[in-house]
């Protein structure tokens, strides 16, 4: 329609031209008409500069221009005498002008819509993976609720369950990166650009974030059947997505909820701090019965700190009894605790660990030092030097008396 | 007291001279009154036109009664170098010319152009004379203040 209206146009402007052209061959004109069309046209002209939308429109109104200036130009005296104080030439420089700034304002139009267009195919891409692994998710959750007293066929859904996770943290940690790249330094001008151009959009990344947070929260409060690496890897991903929202969050608000940023900023942030929430509430009762189930029983702990205390509390009071005993049974206790340390909880869980903000670097080196302790006071004292004693004096005794017993 | 009068008679003519020769003497030549393009005036319910630009308002209702006519839809008007303005409508039969007099435009001349009245005429200022262009036929008259060129 548009395209008509324009085509339509463009041939009456022509004619407009050609007929005061025509006119003006003939000298049987009248200088107030010229003056006349010189204002009409040229309002007509700057009506067109400032409303085109596209750079095809701006290529049209280009010629135009070109030609309404060479029909005009012979009449530049005329019409510098009727628009006085204005000027042929102004008039033509501030229509230039226009042009110009149109067309630097369609080549940012042009560059947002495109934009736009590159943002609403990721978004789609995005929901459409989410909502793909989402009921993937779903579904092994039910089947998960139906085979509990399945063992067999449990552990194979948990597993496949975890993979889904696995997937998805991958997925998340994808969207993640491309939102920190792209919003994490925004100037304002830029910002409010993407601001204006996301209302085309029907999904933005904002609602992306706060379904994967959603669904997050679901799969934690939801699932049973996971374990503690399970969920020290959920604590991972949390911090992983909180430090990004940190650095990201102001930006996005402001460019995809741009009437409400700071309410829209704040519920995501209410929505990491619920999914914590849920993870806590199932990470501390999981690393408990992980050590439960190596023999290891820690004090009760229910956050970070109390955890690292419950570590220390059980190394020292076993080291304070190997050194005041020092007997098998807590050589083997040392074994077994330095064992587990060492070959799971270090080995696998330590990066989940130290980037889920269980425990820190410096926590898991002291607790290695107090095991060193521990080893030192388990480890069964020698008696070869009492032997060897024994035995020398059993030795000399021995020559004495067979030198006395030669005399 | 004859030569008394006489005395008195001198001296009031003597006086009357010496008035009449500090009066205003100074004189602009040269002036152009020319007006670019000619002035396209809608005349009010009161027969009267008035052009802003060129600060300027009279009634044309002697020039209707001059040709017969009870009303126009507009009139032109321009002015010459001179300062004579031109006036003419369509439908008209006659260009007015007219000199700016104090608070009044007196005709100068009446030049007749088409006996059938004009059709669409226009004014164009072409340097020294004056241009009527009847659009409506194609006709062009050249003038001055006086008469047809």
């Known amino acids: 329609m548009r395209i008509r209206i324009n085509h339509t146009i463009s041939i009456l402007f022509t004619l407009m031209l050609v007929a005061g052209v025509l006119s003006s061959a003939t000298a049987q004109s009248s200088d107030y008409e010229i003056q006349q069309d010189f204002r ?7 009506s067109w500069v400032d409303n085109a939308v596209s750079s095809s429109d701006l290529n049209e109104i280009s010629d135009r221009i070109d030609g309404f200036e060479e029909v005009y130009t012979e009449h530049a005296s005329l019409i510098n005498s009727a628009i006085f104080p204005d000027t ?16 630097q304002n369609i080549e940012t139009i042009e560059q947002l819509n495109e934009r ?10 995005q929901r459409a993976r989410l909502d793909e692994l989402n009921a993937q998710a779903d579904q092994l959750l039910a089947d998960i609720q139906q085979s509990e007293a399945n063992e067999e066929r449990l552990s194979v859904l948990v597993a496949q369950y975890r993979q889904n996770i696995e997937a998805k943290d991958e997925f998340v940690s994808g969207v993640l990166q491309q939102l920190l790249q792209r919003y994490q330094s925004l100037d304002s001008s830029v910002m409010a650009e993407l601001s204006e151009a996301s209302e085309q959009l029907d999904d933005n990344p904002l609602d992306i974030i706060r379904t994967i947070l959603a669904e997050y ?12 690496p399970d969920y020290l890897r959920m604590k991972t991903q949390h911090n992983y997505f909180r430090d990004i929202w940190d650095r990201i969050g102001e930006n996005v608000s402001q ?9 829209a900023e704040q519920e995501v942030t209410d929505l990491l701090n619920q999914w914590d929430s849920s993870i806590d509430n199932k990470l501390w009762s999981a690393l408990t019965t992980a050590f439960n189930q190596n023999e290891i029983t820690l004090n009760e702990f229910n956050s970070s700190t109390t955890f690292y205390n419950s570590l220390e509390a059980y190394v020292g009071e076993a080291t304070a009894v190997s050194r005041e005993v020092n007997s098998e049974e807590d050589f083997e206790n040392f074994r077994n605790f330095s064992g587990y340390w060492n070959g799971i909880v270090k080995s696998q869980w330590g990066e989940y660990l130290t980037k889920g903000e269980v425990l820190t670097f410096d926590q898991i080196s002291s607790i290695d ?39 | 007291m004859v030569q008394n009068k ?3 008679l001198i001296t009031g ?8 020769a500090c009066g205003p003497s100074l004189v602009i030549q040269g002036v152009d009154y020319a007006q670019p393009v000619e002035s396209v005036l809608i005349p009010g319910d009161d027969q009267t036109v008035h052009d802003q630009r060129y600060a300027i308002r009279f009634s044309i209702a002697p020039l209707l009664a001059e040709e017969g006519v009870d009303s126009v839809d507009e009139i032109r008007l321009i002015r010459n170098s001179s300062g004579y303005y031109f006036v003419t409508a369509a439908g008209f039969t006659n260009v007015y010319v007219m000199n700016a007099a104090e608070s009044e435009l007196q005709l100068q001349a009446t030049i007749e152009i088409s006996g059938s009245g004009l059709g669409n005429p226009a004014f164009n200022q072409r340097g020294d004379h004056i241009e009527l262009v009847d659009l409506a036929s194609g006709n062009v008259y050249r003038m001055n203040e006086e008469e047809l060129l």
């Open chain 1, 369 to 407: 030092r107090q095991l060193e302790e521990w080893n030192q006071a388990a480890s069964p004292t020698s008696n070869l030097m009492l032997i060897l004693f024994l035995v020398s004096i059993a030795v000399i005794i021995g020559l004495v008396v067979m030198l006395v017993s030669k005399k």
């Open chain 2, 13 to 20: 003519v003597v006086l009357l001279l010496l008035t009449a």
């Open chain 1, 217 to 228: 929260i679901n799969q934690t409060d939801q699932v049973s059947g996971l374990e503690a």
């Open chain 2, 6 to 8: 006489r005395t008195a």
């Open chain 1, 255 to 263: 460019v995809f909820a741009s009437d409400r940023s700071v309410q």
């Open chain 1, 116 to 125: 736009v267009e590159e943002l609403a195919g990721e978004v789609e891409q």
């Open chain 1, 40 to 46: 009409a046209e040229y309002e007509e002209l700057v």
């Open chain 1, 88 to 103: 042929f030439g102004a008039r033509m420089s501030d229509l230039r002008s226009r042009y110009t700034a149109a067309v």
